[in-house]
């Protein structure tokens, strides 16, 4: 049923009792050609490209809960393709490009708000490190801007200007950046690749992969055994146990990143503000609540919820900019479960085992990556090839010394 | 020839105002900088932590801590500050004591001189423990911290070396704090912001 | 969260700082014992970048560095936070270790 | 039955105090306020404003029971559908009642009117309504509701696109949110403060109260936190008979004992909000919110991080709305909240108040309207009859009691005019009422029980959830556990509370616990009334029955869906009085169970809390703690302009009367080191005492260069790795002793260093004798530059030092005499590529050492020089730093590959040996200067080759350092270029599009100054 304002009059006559399921509630299957592991943004996403892009069209979505009960459901929402190192510059602009276009695409309002996000800058050091980054976005042919303390104090004038220990003298700002409806990102791919005959099935946990002499050929479920000639992974923070189940072992570690919302109040922030510097990022919802994080909590974690030293840091670093939201309440604070890689950038690629393939490794960074990561991921999974602009986020990149660190941290992920 | 003279200065020299701050009425806490002071961190060697220990006795008259806590011998105060290693404390100490505690340990511990590494205070008062709480996360109950404890712990994020003495005469707790010097400027404003609303009383 | 160094007892977490995983082993080698370059190289890349990552019990490294500066050895419940034990690196304090202690 | 205190005789009408009643000064707007009774002080009158309209309450009041004193029924709009709305409890779960407190910087929207206290010119607003609260245009958008249905917006302004930003969204932000924030910094201050107790208790009403008393009684350190102003809980509301005494009178009693006992802390406007890993309890502390401006050195509010072994959680219970059309107007109050109006504040919510109960707690609230003397309109009872201890009072009294439903309440900004009662056999009938009162039952306040993710369990007999496996060292107990008969709270929270002692050893005798009566409790359930109409669920945000419903239909049929897709229990009070309801109804639209549908993820904080509160001391300067160079002092007094590096204030240069702008100070500067001498304070750089017998070997492994094979009396400057081939830091390290080496790092890596240090120390090689210190606050060191350095040195120096070459070598390292009998250690190395030594004395004498300097230096014309003359020289020298040192460049990306010893393991030395690490084509550091000398250059602009257009395949490398060399006299800089050692002389073009710069440059070796490094050995 196609959504549009007369739509939605129409069915207000009937007092609404004409809409259906956004997406269809199906039993398994015994076989499908492609099953997805993870409703979250990147299945769903990733099962709507299959279906769309590459006609693959009998695919299943498994999702041990509620489809974006992990990571999707849970993230603040920002999109921007403000990256730095080859591989990732050329792929995030794919997602961005995506995101523009995703509301007619998926015939469904996700919201996507490109009300700009400004990364502010304190130091030399630090507004030559955001020019080596906007100089290889633009070269990319990216938006972004270099903004001196004058250009930030028109355009942030709430910014705490005198603050003697972070001097905000200017910042790196990329306008098409900005934010999304992160759920309605999630129910949107899921009815648009339910229109296209993808099943979707909920509380549908995998438990073990069938094989024969080596090759994957389907799933053990909590709802039965399924059978496929492809299975890929996108189970995001979960990554290392369902890939144990294949004996594998990966570059990645589950860290918790909470994040925070605050009572809703009236337009405050016009887009997105980051104060790398401080731990601190913020942005306003459209429901009025003020929408913050900062740094992981920096230990290895399953538990989906975090502790106070992180909220503290993180709302220091909030009132050393922002002191006006000294009085604003934190209503909510969450923590999700990240899959963070070990040099901080993804991983779309095949795995030493046959006929099972991996996207993992998003770290902080994944909910902006979901279109693109959608795209790239179906490609490699019909083609047995990566696509071009993920033709980097390979697995062998660790033993081959080719990581692609944009923060320098190294192998230490709960630095990136 | 131009003659050159050495003075020593305070890392406190600006921030310390001597007199008293906050509300008024008795203050509830008292701060004194201890200066010109030695200091060494004691690194026994490894398999010399019971050598390190007899020489300590030696040079001191005390047994040195095993475990967190402060030993007072006549002129110098041994605080635990890690596994096998003690700072040794001497609030006028000078060149001599220095050598001695160089040549005892020679060989048997490691010596890292800090006498200048850390800025010491002296902290006390009614409401002390109060103020306390609000920069040290560790539990000042006399159950929990009687006098002789110590601990290797942080404020506001920095480490710092914390010990109790004996109470004063009037049975007020007197605690002492050593920060690193160059922190020091800037731990001096929170532990003084801290003691405000208490009325505090600078030396 | 609070550990309980050995040393000093239970402390704040904002004492402590994390390494991770205690379970992978520095490969011990010398330079010229002819050992295959390849699977060196291979054993250290397990080393330093493959993870169990495992959802339970986990023995990782914490460093008491805002107290007594020991290299902690935990073990924790990755699912519920839980400090299953707590003990201190072989080479804290002066006591005399064999090579390869952890 | 219960003895209130000062209860008056039945019958009475209205006895409110009438204007004649009141004394002119107080009360004279308190139209509904009873004559007697109550905990506030009728001798502390206090005058308020709200939306300008001056009035009066007492001291006790709340704003909302002052509102009610005063006849207010409208007091705010809905979120979505502007509806007007009154007050709905008396508690922190209010939905409706928010307002805008205080004025300007100190303005704070979203207020709770029923937990603010009232206090002598307390000054409120309504909010989220435009121009005012009875005219409200925004309201049209409940016309529009048959349109504004759940996740309406999903489903449209989708076209054109680019109208979201432009058009479709500030509509909706604008409406949305509800009050409005300062917008200005704000003026007060906060706290952070750590307790640690064996018992933490939550909450006093009779549980929590019993449960201090027995764990203080045993000996236990106890720490009872009570949100409220006063300790009593529902006994301040409901009285009740205890140990023989008045509710009232036993909880002073109580309270007074807990004084007495040194080992219990009372700790009152205490809000337990969260508790996390290891028994830490978050806690706020209302400090000076009952006051117009926190006095002078007193904070605003105080966040507490308690330390308990164990917790014991009084949370209470809170009263359910039930779901029928009209069920938002104003006039529509809880029952619970009707009783403590009378009870507590002495307010009279209605003068014809309706009753709407499931449930035998609800009829409570007969007697207390009876009491003040109000009139009952009816009470509508789906079960038909009272309860039996009712019964004889409803004989007496002649109340009507119907069996039905309320099924529609007609009234409008002014409150409640008539309800609609629809009987059992369906006839309808209307009555007249001003206020309605309604019990849907009782939820457990279960929320801090599920902090850990443990789900709550569901109870059928008295239709709620009660908690699941709660956090570690928790007891839940009381009404909050859903035992909800006083006698029985009494003593589960003494057992709890001798429990929670036991378990931390403390064994004393506890008494016994007090006694009470146990009430019956019986209640059938009811979700929502069957009939037409809008009927709330979530009050604040207007999901009504019909949305749930809907999002049914569309298959958001989990409660996480339902959550997300109608925002159900989104508002500030996270459905404390609306999530059961909805997913009941969840429930029973999908045929499944109450307990199989579930509730959603409860999330601390259990209450809101200011984000000022966990920031703390914590803000502005004192975000982080910052350090200070020995000899900040001297550079102050100098003029310095100092810059944050890290948590350091540096000199960054010494301005000089006459200098125009920062580049003619430094060049100066720069110009005097190299033709004459000039020292700068290095102390920030890390340093560490390595000793031990086995220092050497060590620092063979931690370096990719040799150290055991260093001379005492020597420095060298050394490399490190990361386990994983990239360079972490660098810097020259000295040997003093065969057993003490003196490492210093870069003052970035300062403290990361140490900790990897100690990392392989005590976990990679403990069978090393070594032992680390770190010494950076320690030393006052000073870098002196220049060819008159020696000059200057032996001026300082006691005469018979030998600084020549021989006495003194380049790399060499000794302890000297000064003069005026003071030593110093001193290093022959250079960092600006001219003659020069560091000299460090210790920290104290850091001022001193500067004044000294100048002193020494003056006949050779000395000049201070700070980090930005100290980086051009640095760069004029090719030396690497911060931005070469990035954490993604190799040994030989710096140059530096030679270093790298073949006969020895070191850290990173195997992985550094990958494939792409050492592939030819990688981008390595040159230097680089512009094609047209008088080019200014800049950092972070990419090097394209000439001819070529710049894209991702032609993108071969960026500038880094970049400075103007006063000694070269153009700009210059180092960068990073795809083989770059192999295209020294090739002209490159620079593109840096950010700045709109475009241009030509060569590509050079890296050392412009001197590259045979004459001048440091001269
Ligand atoms: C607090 C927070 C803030 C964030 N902020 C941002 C941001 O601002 N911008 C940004 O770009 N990114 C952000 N992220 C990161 C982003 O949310 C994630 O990288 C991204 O959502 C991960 O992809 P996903 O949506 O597929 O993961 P998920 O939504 O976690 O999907 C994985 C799914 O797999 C399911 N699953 C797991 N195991 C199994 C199994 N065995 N069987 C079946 N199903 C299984 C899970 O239930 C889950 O639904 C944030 C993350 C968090 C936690
Ligand atoms: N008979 C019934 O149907 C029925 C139902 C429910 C309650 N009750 C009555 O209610 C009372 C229950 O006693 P109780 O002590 O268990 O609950 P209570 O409601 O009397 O007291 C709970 C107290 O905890 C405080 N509180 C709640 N959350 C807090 C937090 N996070 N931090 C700090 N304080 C917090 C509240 O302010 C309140 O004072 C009894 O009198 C019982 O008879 C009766
Ligand atoms: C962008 C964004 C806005 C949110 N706004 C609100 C809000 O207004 N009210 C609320 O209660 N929670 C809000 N949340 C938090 C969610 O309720 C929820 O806590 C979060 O999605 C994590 O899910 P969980 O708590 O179920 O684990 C918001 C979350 C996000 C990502
Ligand atoms: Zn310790």
Known sequence: MKYSIFSLARAALTGHRGWTRAWRDPAPKSRYDVIIIGGGGHGLATAYFLAREYGIRNVAVLEKGWIGSGNAGRNTTIIRSNYMLPGNVGFYELSMKLWERMEQDLNYNTMVSQRGIINLYHSDAQRDAFARRGNSMRINGIDAELLDAAQIRKELPFLNYANPRFPIMGGLAQRRGGTARHDAVVWGYARAANDLGVDIIQNCEVTGFQRTDGRITGVETTRGPIGAGKVGMAVAGNTSRVAAMAGLRLPVESHVLQAFVTEAIKPLLPGVVTFGAGHFYISQSDKGGLVFGGDLDGYNSYAQRGNMPAMEDVCEGGMAIMPMIGRVRLLRQWGGIMDMSMDGTPIIDKTPVDGLYLNAGWCYGGFKATPASGLTYAHLIARDEPHHEASRFRLDRFLRGATIDEKGQGAQPNLH | ?203 | MRIACPFCGERELGEFSYLGDAAPRRPHYAVDDGSDPVKLAEAFHDYVYLRDNVAGTMREYWYHGGGCRSWLIAERDTRTHEFKSVQVAPGAGASVTSPAGE | MSGYIESQPLGRTAATEDAAANTPAAGATQSHRLRAGGLIDRQKPLGFTFDGKAMTGYAGDTLASALVANGVKLVARSFKYHRPRGIMTAGPEEPSALVEMRGGARREPNTRATTQELYDGLCANSQNRWPSLRRDFMAVNSLLSPIFVAGFYYKTFMWPAKFWEAIYEPMIRRAAGLGKSAGEADPDHYDKVWAHCDVLVAGAGPTGLSAALAAGRAGARVILVEEDTQLGGRLLSDGGEIDGMQAAEWVQRTEAELNALPNVRIMKRTCLFGVYDGGVHGALERVADHVPVPGPHQVRQRLWRIVARRSVVGAGSIERPVVFPGNDRPGVMMASAVRTYINRFAALPGRNVALFTNNDDGWRTVEAIHRAGGQLAAVVDPRGQAPVEYQSLVKASGLRVLSGFVSDVRGGIDGVRSVTVTGKDGRRQELAADCLAVSGGWNPNVGLSCFHRGRPEWREDIAAFVPGDCPPGMRMAGAAEGTFALGECLRAGHAAGLAAASDCGFTEDGGSAAEAGDEAYAISPLWQVPAKGKAFVDFQHDVTASDVTLAQREGYESVEHLKRYTTLGMATDQGKTSNINGLAIMAAVSGRSIPQTGTTIYRSPYSPVAIGAFAGHNRDENFHAWRLAPSHQWAAARGAVFVDAGLWKRAQWFPQPGESDWLQSVSREVNAVRNGVGFCDVSTLGKVDVRGGDAGVFLDRVYINAFSSLAVGRARYGLMLREDGIVMDDGTTSRLAEDHYFMTTTTAKAGPVMQHLEFCRQVLWPELDVQLSSATDQWAQFSIAGPNTRALLQALCDPDEDLSNEGFPFMGVREVKLRGGMKARLFRISFSGEMAFEISVPARFGNAMAENLMIAGKPFGVTPYGTEALGVMRIEKGHVAGPELNGISTADDLGLGKMMSKKKDFIGRIMAGREALTAPDRQVVVGIKPVDRNRRLRSGARIVPKGERPGPETDQGYTTSICFSPTLNHWLGLAFVQRGRERFGEIVRIHDPLRGEEYDAEICNPVFYDPEGVRQRG
């Not at chain 2, 961190?41 to 001191?60: C, D, H, P, S, Y």
């Not at chain 2, 402060?70 to 001599?96: C, H, M, N, Y």
């Open chain 2, 1 to 203: 020839m131009v003659e050159f003279s050495w003075n020593t200065q305070s890392p406190l020299q600006k921030a310390l105002v001597p007199g008293l701050h906050g509300v008024g009425g008795t203050p509830g806490v008292e701060l004194a900088e201890i200066r010109d002071i030695v200091l060494v961190q004691v690194m026994a060697r490894r398999g010399k932590a019971a050598e390190t220990a007899k020489i300590a006795k030696k040079l001191f008259g005390v047994e040195p801590p095993f475990a967190p806590g402060a030993v007072f011998g006549k002129e110098v105060t041994l605080i635990w500050s890690g596994p096998d290693q003690f700072l040794a404390f001497a609030p006028q100490g000078d060149e001599r004591l220095m050598q001695q505690i160089a040549d005892g340990f020679s060989g048997t511990a490691s010596l890292s001189d800090q006498s200048d590494g850390r800025c010491v205070l002296r902290i006390s008062g009614v409401s002390a423990v109060q103020a306390m709480a609000k920069f040290l996360s560790i539990d000042f109950d006399d159950r929990a911290f009687p006098a002789g404890a110590a601990a290797a712990t942080s404020l506001d994020h920095r480490a710092a070396n914390l010990w109790r003495t004996a109470d004063d005469p009037n049975g007020v707790p007197v605690y002492h704090i050593a920060i690193f010097t160059s922190f020091a400027d800037s731990l001096y404003g929170v532990i003084a912001d801290s003691s405000l609303e208490y009325g505090l009383k600078v030396a």
